[in-house]
């Protein structure tokens, strides 16, 4: 069914190189570029196991949302005694900034980036949700498009989703908050961002405007870019691509070059549109992913369809004994950490280096979480000319406007190194396309 | 209660034209239970381009954009308020419970925390007074030793520093007592500069309290703005393009009149 695909694997390749497809990375202190390595064998995924996945993760999308509403308003899940309140107060990504800020339509994940493994047995769990600014959708539509150029042959005797609304889906969300009919713009830090790529293909994509932060000025809490000869036109929704310490020296990192000065005050006043909202990181913090499935019953009074990986809380005595006493059969993270750094499993670790993180998790419960270690199921690829197996995930991108939507696509990374579990894009690794089926 | 009349004024001379300059600023009194604005008025330049709104904490802020050259700034706020009781009674955001950024709880925090005893019998209020005693032997007065970006920790490290640095300590070890706590900046009575001091929680209430001069922050202090610590009160800010040097000159007078 994708046999002509890895015949031409070169070409496909060739081509992403030659429309810049790379992934930055700082590594010791360099920026590097390099390549993401495309696999040409596609991840399938047939249409009832997409159903489910796909009631799962908006269901789960959209009490995520319902939950930022409530923590920066009310706060009606710690009130209920759900949530205890340290784990929202005391969240890196909670912003005080934030408090009483409802912004346009109430949406604050507008793109959420949903990380998920399979089982062997066939099950998904969610390993993580990314509210912030979820990256990576840009490989699976380049992909696709030079593979039905490549070999359309294989796109009409296979019944697959077009995956190629990605970009009008973003628009469309982008149309949904804006606010007084103003301008959109996607606003990046530039091109020593690691999603450089992303950022300036998803502008021409959506048809809205690359922006950087010169571009765009606060003037008597409405946002403006200024155009060509000073001309200013105002700005209704920005998609912004630059972290919430970042977006505002004002009001937050005061060194910060890359930020909108005073966007947060306009922002505030409900004069413009910001995707993802700010604050969004106090949903998607380790720590709260224990409690998103109650969450979901909390919220929506439904059942949670899609399964946590078995998650235990230090910050709870009974789970704490759990983990030290099982240290060796579980897979440790730091709650402030992402992009695969701060992970670390119990079965690798010497007598000495688990005494040190049973201290560590002893004196500061809070930071750590604990879960067991799935056996996800290997993906096939293609090392050379030998097919072999690799751990893998899949990013599944959720849009949030009037509705909620699951993209039928999604980012599926694998491992280069046969040994590894940690599968992102950070840590080296590549990625294949995904195919939701129509049957 | 005791009327007050404040003028403010700071001005910043650039020696070079800059251009592109946003600013945010909080030098307005703030209403409340113990302090209600008889009058105000504030003023900007060049330009007097400014827009008015509320930030998270209920703190009057004045923002704005210059985008030609230019090469002084000028802020001025000037008033008269009524000033009541050392008390404002509100409900408890329990945000201010727990550590930010410039008060976290580090090891010099968690020393001196260690040679405060309390009796049970001692209620926060008399809780305050000794934590403050505390502070004042590990903390000298000296202005130009720290800057707006030392923490609580490092200003104790130090052993000296300002009004700001005795605030951060005072809230921290007040946060690590479980006494919800919060940075309050203003205007004192008298001629000079403005003030920092702290509000702690005691059943259903903020009290003002001036670990600097070791006391009530009563009578004679003017709130403009609080929150966690001196980031969320900053009383102006700004960015700009340009290179050049800044001069700043700060007004400030503050008296009693008789009605």
Known sequence: ?????????????????????????????????????????????????????????????????????????????????????????????????????????????????????????????????????????????????????????????????????????????MDYVNVDDGLEVILTPGRYNSAYFEHSYLAEKAGVLLAYADDLIVEDDIVYYKGLFDKKDRVGAIY??????????????????????????????????????????????????????????????????????????????????????????LVIKDVAEAGGYGVMFGRDMDAQRLADVKYLIETEPRRWIAQEVIDFVDLEIMEGEEKVYRKSDLRAFVVSEEETHVWKSGLTRYTRNPASFVVNSSQGGGFKDTWIMKK | MIRYRYKYKTHITFSENIFSHHFLLRGIPMESESQKIIQSECSVMPGDQKSFGLDTFGNTVVSGYIGEYHNFFEFSSEGIVDVYQNKISEKLNPLFLYSSKLTQSMSNVSEICSTIRFSESQSVHEKIFIISNEISKALAYMPGVTSVHTSADDALKIGKGVCQDFAHVMIAVCRNFGIAARYVNGFMEGEGYTHAWIEYYCKDAWYGFDPTHNRPADPGYIKLAHGRDYEDCALDKGVFKGLTQQKLEVYLKVEQIQQ
């Open chain 1, 1 to 173: 069914m994708y046999s002509s695909l890895v015949k031409q694997r070169d070409t496909v390749n060739r081509w992403m190189e030659r429309f810049g497809v790379r992934f930055g990375i700082y590594k010791n202190g360099v920026f590097n570029e390099q390549i993401f390595p495309f696999d040409p064998i596609p991840r399938i995924i047939s249409n009832s196991d997409w159903k489910d996945l796909e009631a799962g993760l908006i269901q789960r999308v959209n009490a995520l949302n319902k939950f930022l509403c409530d923590i920066y308003n009310e706060k009606k899940i710690v009130k209920a005694g759900i949530i205890p309140e340290e784990f929202i107060y005391s969240s890196k990504g909670y912003l005080a900034q934030c408090e009483g800020i409802t912004p346009p339509k109430c949406i604050f994940s507008h793109i959420s980036g949903i990380d998920l493994v399979q089982s062997k047995d066939g099950t998904w769990y969610v390993l993580e949700d990314n509210l912030r600014i979820p990256s990576g959708a840009s490989y699976p539509m380049i992909a696709r498009d030079i593979t039905r150029k490549v070999s359309p042959g294989t796109f009409k005797e296979n019944e697959i989703f077009d995956n190629r609304n990605y970009a009008s889906l973003i628009r469309k969300a």
């Open chain 1, 240 to 329: 912004r691509r630059i972290s919430d310490d970042y977006l505002d020296p004002l009001a937050f990192e005061p060194d910060s070059l890359l930020g909108v000065p005073n966007l947060m005050r306009a922002y505030a006043k409900g004069n413009v549109a910001i995707m993802n909202a700010l604050g969004n990181g106090a949903a998607d913090d380790k720590g709260l992913y224990y409690f998103v499935p109650k969450m979901i019953e909390f919220y929506l009074g439904e059942k949670a369809i899609l399964k946590n990986a078995p998650t235990y809380l230090p910050y709870f005595e009974n789970d704490k004994k759990f983990v030290l006493k099982n240290l060796e059969k």
